[in-house]
């Protein structure tokens, strides 16, 4: 019998696990993917919003701002790549100018400190690869941009580090109530707990229905992406939005926390787990990026990618119990990666003011190292070399990612299976060739640490096999 049951691992599921794990409970995360954050946290902008967005008073606006504050602490202790680099809304008529005064009064009334209305000038002045078009900007610095995926692997792994369960390709099938508790039904048996947590992305709506009445839809809307290659990164120094619209935030121009530089996203209605890039997409997105920065050059694009969002029809964060000790973590749209710890926060203690009981861990580990081979100095590096010789390996050129990092990877608290699994912890596959010249040294690094045939190891999710058998015997002689 687990204390708490949480739905999913994302973002939002793993800040919840991350916040629990402090407290003396026994905690179970469900996961129907072979690795945590495969959804929406792995192909999104990457950017801690401010908070002048959202519409006072709603949940949204409620946890942006403590989520911005709260993620710039977590990925200092649990040592993730982020990067306060603040951000711009782009004006380009007399009538978007007043919607920056809007955007600013909201960011007044939410809490977002120090934010500027910049003229023309000011603006060309500190980003003179905008267009020549606009006609000014609101400024927010505490905006940042984050490794997304290394962000909610690393509350997850902490979560792991203090005692919570991962349970990988486990699919919630149903849910019943029994004697008390809850009985959650999967593919892998039984799962027994008090209190649930809803927090299953864009299939929220489906668990919710498993134990209430419909409150709430989920309406998912894809969102393509460029990535461009660091030979653009510094084509701007901040995120760059224009101005909102009903269909969001609009295409974005932002550096990553890598160095390159991403385009997107638009906003189309989609299913659940459709990830394809069209061709008509990608032409609007690079159309309505250039308005932006015109001088973008995206014959350097190394990767396009579409994230799927978790939008519903209520229009805001669903943070609410759907019956008695069950409670949904739903609806987790755009800014749903800057919220999440806030989002988990709050869950928490509205599950302790519902009845739950403990109380918090005086062992509780709350730091994570993460070995970056390429970002040590000479000195640095040969120590490390010395004490293991397989960080003097390089396997991914493109990115300087070692042996002795893939490695690390591989006995890291949640285990990957794949060649995406080690990208997302190590970063190979992440440079200019995406993989092609890396990706066979990787995959016979997996097969040799796990003891499988290079057969078994994946690309990605269940069934990406690599290699299917071998065509030619012996070689040349």
């Not at 007044?108 to 078009?133: A, Y």
Request: aromatic content about 8%; hydrophobic content about 35%.
């Amino acid at each position: 019998m687990y204390d708490v049951a949480i739905i999913g691992c994302g973002i939002t599921g793993s800040a919840c696990a991350y916040y629990l794990s402090r407290y003396r409970l026994n905690v179970a995360v469900i996961e129907k993917y072979n690795d945590v954050c495969c959804g929406t946290t792995r192909a999104n902008s990457a950017i801690i919003h401010a908070g002048y967005d959202p519409v006072p008073g709603t949940n949204c606006a409620k946890y942006n701002v403590r989520g911005n504050f709260l993620t710039k602490e977590i990925c200092k202790k649990l040592d993730v790549l982020c990067k306060e680099i603040g951000s711009l809304v782009v004006a380009f008529s007399d009538e978007e100018k007043e919607t920056l005064n809007v955007l600013y009064d909201r960011g007044v009334k939410n809490g977002v400190p120090d934010m500027e209305i910049w003229d023309r000038e000011k603006l060309l002045k500190e980003e003179p690869n905008i267009s020549k078009e606009a006609v000014g900007a609101l400024y927010a610095p505490t905006a940042a941009i984050v490794n997304p995926w290394e962000y909610g692997l690393a509350m997850a792994e902490t979560a792991v580090r203090n005692g919570v369960e991962i349970k990988l390709n486990t699919e919630v099938k149903n849910i019943d109530k029994a004697d008390g508790h809850w009985l959650i039904k999967t593919n892998n048996g039984e799962i027994e707990a008090k209190y649930v947590i809803n927090a299953a992305g864009v299939y929220a709506d489906v668990i919710h229905g498993m134990v209430a009445e419909k409150t709430f839809e989920i309406l998912p809307c894809a969102g393509e992406y460029y990535l461009l290659d660091k030979s653009e990164g510094e084509r701007v120094s901040r995120v760059i939005f224009q101005c909102p619209n009903k269909l969001g935030k609009g295409v974005l121009v932002s550096p990553t926390v890598h160095g390159n530089l991403i385009v997107g996203p638009n906003a189309i209605d989609s299913d659940r787990d459709d990830t394809r890039t069209t061709t008509a997409s990608l032409d609007f997105i690079r159309q309505a990026a250039s308005k932006s920065v015109p001088s973008i050059q995206f014959r350097e694009n190394i990767r396009n990618f579409t994230g799927v969002r978790a939008n519903s029809d209520t229009d805001d964060f669903v943070i609410e119990f759907a019956a008695e000790n069950f409670l949904d973590v739903a609806g987790i749209k755009s800014p749903g990666l800057s919220a999440a710890p806030a989002i988990a926060e709050a869950a928490v203690k509205m599950l302790f003011e519902s009845g739950l009981e403990s109380s918090e861990k005086v062992d509780f580990i709350d730091t994570r190292k993460h070995l970056r081979f390429k970002e040590l100095s000479d000195k640095e590096k040969n120590e490390v070399i010395s004490r293991n010789p397989l960080y003097g390996r390089v396997v991914c050129r493109c990115e300087t990612i070692t042996e002795g990092e893939i490695v690390d990877a591989l006995h890291s608290p949640i285990k990957p299976v794949s060649l995406d699994g080690i990208k997302r912890r190590a970063g190979t596959g992440m440079g200019r060739c995406q993989g092609g010249f890396c990706g066979p040294k990787v995959l016979e690094i997996i097969a040799k640490t796990n003891g499988v045939n290079f057969e078994d190891v994946l690309q990605d999710g269940e069934n990406s096999y690599i290699l299917t058998g071998q065509t030619k015997n012996g070689g040349a002689k």
